[in-house]
């Protein structure tokens, strides 16, 4: 009875170191020195069904082995962020909760660590959260003004307006006789010199007459 009793206590235990290796293991797997995410064994588990987002909804840098998440696009909020790597398991982190902030940057998120105790790499890492789309602004088109109606002008006048010539010249003044008549009177343009002369002559020729009708009475008496 008693060999049986000790077989059977050493069957419990075996089985109980058993399963506290493989429990120690599996926390092993899943240690991180980072102590905001919460390190989880297994595979990672996807997000609620329409909260996935996309890398490319943030902006990013991935610096030896370290992920750094500094800016989130607008409309865009992020409520986990899983970092996987290693041999079994990932790190789970929470905006807002743990000691992370609730809105970014974020820095030196990671992977958790191997089982032979060191940093693994980062295998991949994706985001979960909601996204609002933003409202599609409707240009109003540019209001036209009415199209002013251009007044015909005056036509130009046909007739043109000739200043009258004075039909009055300069009088000609003859050579030798710049004053005109010579008399001292007012030069009227006309020139009445010839007359005088035809004047005296008929006077000469008159008086001429005269006293040779005289003069053949006398010498016929």
């Known amino acids: 009875?008693?060999?049986?009793s000790i077989r059977g206590a050493?069957?419990?235990?075996?089985?109980?170191?058993a399963a506290l290796i493989g429990t120690a293991g599996s926390a092993?797997?899943?240690?991180?020195?980072d102590n905001r995410p919460h390190p989880t064994p297994g595979q990672a588990t996807p997000c609620a069904k329409g909260t996935d987002l996309k890398q490319s909804d943030v902006e990013f840098k991935i610096v030896k082995n370290r992920l750094n998440i500094s800016e989130v696009h607008e409309g865009v909020t992020v409520t986990r962020i899983v970092v996987v790597g290693g041999d079994d398991g990932f790190n789970d982190y929470?905006?807002?909760a743990r000691g992370?902030?609730?809105?970014?940057?974020?820095?030196d998120l990671r992977a958790p660590f191997s089982r032979n105790g060191r940093q693994a790499d980062i295998d991949h890492w994706y985001l979960c959260g909601k996204k609002?789309?933003?409202?599609?602004?409707?240009?109003?088109?540019?209001?036209?003004k009415p199209t002013e109606t251009t007044k015909p002008s005056a036509p130009a006048s046909s007739e043109t307006t000739v200043a009258p010539t004075s039909t009055t010249g300069a009088a000609v003044v003859p050579a030798g006789n710049e004053s005109g008549t010579g008399g001292g009177l007012a030069n009227?343009?006309?020139?009445n010199m010839w007359l005088v002369w035809i004047a005296a002559l008929l006077i000469l020729g008159g008086g001429g007459l005269l006293a040779l009708l005289k003069f053949r009475r006398k010498a016929s008496e």
């Open 28 to 33: 092993l797997a899943c240690h991180s020195d």
């Open 188 to 191: 009227t343009g006309f020139d």
């Open 100 to 107: 992370l902030d609730k809105a970014a940057p974020w820095t």
């Open 10 to 17: 050493v069957a419990i235990m075996a089985l109980t170191t």
């Open 132 to 144: 609002t789309e933003k409202p599609t602004e409707t240009k109003t088109p540019p209001t036209t």
């Open 94 to 96: 929470t905006p807002g």
């Open 1 to 4: 009875m008693r060999r049986r």
